[in-house]
């Protein structure tokens, strides 16, 4: 666009046809942030394109065929008595804002992540069609789960992981159970409906064209001889425990298969060229006795080399356990650490939905909560595959514009080493010096007066932040990967290591001195998101100089005074509200604030965990953003894998944590825990000095006593035991054991 004769050309056909001059609405756009080499990531251009082309066609369907059975999204969003009703009128795209909620279902190291929504539809596939559980009774009455506005779910996390969804009506009770399991190699999705009617009925399963993000098409359906299978589109298929007794199958011309389901005329087979084929299989279900259907998918059709049935049970022998006398955070524990291990196959993934990709940021985080709990070889694997993402130029790049990546990288990694007490390998050294020299290559040098001059270029980085700018988030990151390489290094090459640690020490300098003209110029110490922002929501990006980095101090009183701020101006019932893009609840970004507060010892850390764990759905998920009217989900992934790693790391280091060159243990164990008599443990928890598992006797001789027992990687480090409501107390060395 660039090119005068183009720029010309695209003005007046514009202009020939009456719409406004694009060029010159891009520059006006442009105009409102800094000027940058990327003006947004293509990655993040394309999902934003495909995402918005579903809420076209969605527009074009729902809205006309209210009387369809829609996912629960649907028939919440589109009501105008519910709370999550929100006016279309000048919308062009109909998009789930109001209940992106959704849970996955699978096997250890399988890829494919089935998702159940909060009423039981489940979508096997990758963003593919639904099936669907309904109870009819003979007198007319219809259990349709999506529009019932109770219905009890729940995240079975022992055993095979399961989510499960009861659903009743005036004498009709449906219940539902998805799970993954494996069959001859092949993993199988699988969906058990338990029917229960006072009269006679049927039970249905329905298959649907929809999912939790609308519209998913289906062109032909056709029912097996044995009448106890789907061939969908030729080439999917599901397996039915018994052979349907009637089975119906409608197009979108002749409405949904849901006014079908009386019809006398049996269907074996359904086209429909626009892709809105629906179908149901009806089995006959006897007054007061329970009908039980099972529904088979096969996720894969070759056999893979997965783990077997026992895979569960060794997943859970392999991390930190945690012991708790609150049963909340004991389950959204135990589903956090399960959520980390479905979205670990292979890469890491911070959903497995609209997020099911991968980005350096997201991975960092989980990777780093993977660590934290014990599950090293998971981490190990997805770090094994950073280098191949590698630009020749050292830039790891998973989209364009992000500076955030390579300190996060180099972070990340020293992480691994540290809690694993290992020396990087030499296949490691270029990966880790490319990596740095980019940051060094990065920075702003030439630029000597102004407010940005040496810092990273403006970028996109975290997307809730702003329009590009130069974010302070992208140099801490960069401060401490090139922290993290010197350390890498320190052994093999020195001369190098060195060099980098230089260079981070002048990094530092330059965002010193920057964050002193911010001072001036805000008249208070807090850090805003970038040299010329105001204090905003956006300041929540700054909190990485304290978690999870660890660049500057404890009690620092900038990174304090921006946690006064956001505290003040910026949370909503408990919660960081971001105000940009995300315009939700953030879980995630409150345990930031949480763990900024716990390591300055403020106990207003708990307040923040405890509304984090009211924020989450039924089976133990957070979406990345959550309505603060209805708390459905309203953007992003509807199961957020890094809220899970977040919730873990934040127990982990209430238990045990880092502090520089000393452990702290059980700094931010709830007061409330100790007015009981039971243990309370957690471990074993990896560290940079070694292997640690706490146990907490609360009332041990009339006071709480906290052992530990470790396997150091060297000396036993100092240990600070800060037991909240307690005297802190420095740890006699090689005792194992704390009275308070």
């Known amino acids: 666009m660039k090119w005068l004769p183009w720029r010309f050309v695209v003005k007046n056909v514009a202009r020939k046809h009456g719409f406004l001059d694009p060029i010159a609405l891009l520059a006006k756009l442009h105009g409102f942030a800094q000027p940058s080499e990327v003006g947004e990531p293509i990655e993040l251009l394309r999902a934003g394109v495909v995402f918005h082309a579903r809420g076209l066609i969605n527009s074009r369907v ?20 519910d709370p999550s009703f929100i006016p279309r009128a000048f919308s062009i795209t109909h998009i789930n804002l109001s209940n992106r909620n959704w849970t996955a279902v699978g096997h250890p190291d399988c890829d494919e992540l089935p998702v159940v929504d909060p009423r039981g539809l489940l979508t096997p596939f990758f963003d593919s069609w639904s099936l669907d559980g309904w109870l009819m009774a003979d007198d007319g009455r219809c259990l349709l789960p999506s529009r019932t506005k109770q219905a009890k779910q729940w995240q079975d996390v022992h055993g095979t992981v399961s989510v499960n969804t009861d659903s009743a009506l005036e004498g009709l009770e449906l219940s539902s159970r998805a799970w993954v399991q494996i069959e001859n190699g092949i993993p199988v999705c699988k ?33 097996s ?40 005329e049996d269907q074996s087979e359904g086209v429909c060229d626009v892709g809105m084929v629906t179908a149901a299989a009806l089995f006959s279900i006897k007054a007061g006795k329970t009908r039980e259907i099972t529904a088979s998918i096969p996720l894969s059709e070759s056999q893979a080399r997965l783990p077997d049935e026992s895979a ?26 399960v959520s980390l291990i479905l979205h670990s196959p292979d890469d890491v993934y911070p959903g497995p939905f609209t997020y099911k990709r991968f980005w350096f940021r997201d991975a960092a985080f989980i990777i780093n909560a993977l660590l934290g709990i014990g599950l090293t070889s998971r981490a190990e694997r997805a770090l094994s595959r950073f280098p191949e993402r590698q630009t020749r130029d050292g830039y790891f790049r998973s989209q364009e514009g992000e500076w955030d990546a390579n300190g996060e990288v180099l972070w990340v990694l020293k992480r691994f080493f540290d809690l694993t007490g290992r020396r990087p390998e030499l296949l490691w050294h270029d990966p880790i010096a490319d990596g740095a020299r980019w940051i060094t290559r990065k920075r702003l040098r030439k630029e000597t007066k102004a407010p940005h001059a040496g810092l990273l270029p403006a970028g996109f980085s975290a997307e809730h932040l702003g329009p590009n700018d130069y974010y302070y988030w992208d140099d801490f990151w960069g401060i401490s990967g090139l922290h993290a390489a010197a350390d890498l290094l320190d052994d093999s090459s020195p001369t190098e290591s060195q060099s980098f640690r230089e260079d981070a020490d002048d990094f530092t300098k330059a965002v010193d001195r920057s964050l002193e003209l911010c001072q001036q110029r805000l008249k208070r110490p807090g850090m805003p998101a970038s040299p010329y922002r105001r204090l905003d929501a956006g300041a929540i990006g700054s909190l990485a100089a304290g978690y999870p980095t660890q660049l500057c101090a404890p009690d620092d009183p900038r ?49 923040l965990m405890d509304s984090v764990a009211d924020l989450a759905s039924p089976t133990g998920q957070w979406p990345e953003a959550i309505h603060p009217g209805t708390r459905g989900g309203c953007m992003g992934d509807g199961h957020h894998v890094w809220a899970s790693a977040e919730w873990v790391l934040m127990v982990r280091n209430c238990f045990v944590r880092e502090e520089g ?9 709830p007061e409330r825990w100790l007015d009981q008599n039971e243990p309370i443990s957690f471990g074993p928890a990896p560290t940079s000095f070694g292997t640690v ?29 800060k037991l909240p409501g307690y005297e802190a107390v420095v740890a006699k060395p090689g005792e194992g054991v704390a009275r308070l």
């Not at 409906?193 to 062109?219: M, T």
């Not at 299978?229 to 080439?235: E, H, N, P, S, Y």
């Not at 919660?575 to 390591?599: C, E, K, P, W």
């Open 62 to 81: 729902i809205q006309h065929n209210l009387d369809w059975v829609w996912p629960y999204w649907i028939e919440r969003q589109f009501d105008p008595r």
């Open 191 to 223: 969906l058990r409906l338990q029917a229960k009617s006072d009269v006679a009925g049927s039970v249905i399963l329905a298959l649907r064209p929809s999912n939790p993000e609308g519209i998913s098409f289906i062109n032909r359906v056709s029912l």
């Open 225 to 264: 001889e044995n009448r106890d299978a789907w061939t969908i589109d030729g080439k999917r298929s599901v397996t039915f425990s018994e052979p349907a007794e009637r089975h119906h199958v409608s197009d979108y011309r002749n409405g949904d298969v849901h006014i079908h389901l009386t019809d006398l």
């Open 312 to 337: 569960w049970q060794k997943e859970r022998e392999g991390h930190a356990q945690l012991v708790c006398p609150e049963p909340r955070y004991q389950f959204l524990y135990d589903a956090a650490v």
């Open 559 to 607: 990174l304090l005074d921006c946690v006064e701020f956001l505290l003040e101006r910026c949370f909503v019932d408990g919660a960081f509200y971001q105000d940009m893009i995300h315009s939700g609840l953030n879980a995630y970004l409150t345990l930031h604030v949480a763990q900024v507060l716990l390591r300055a010892g403020d106990s207003r850390y708990l307040q």
């Open 661 to 669: 060159k000393r452990l702290v243990l059980c700094g931010g164990i």
């Open 693 to 721: 598992s706490i146990t907490i006797m609360p009332n041990a001789n009339g006071s709480p006593e906290v052992k530990w027992a470790a396997d150091w990687h060297n000396a036993e480090p100092p240990i600070d035991v």
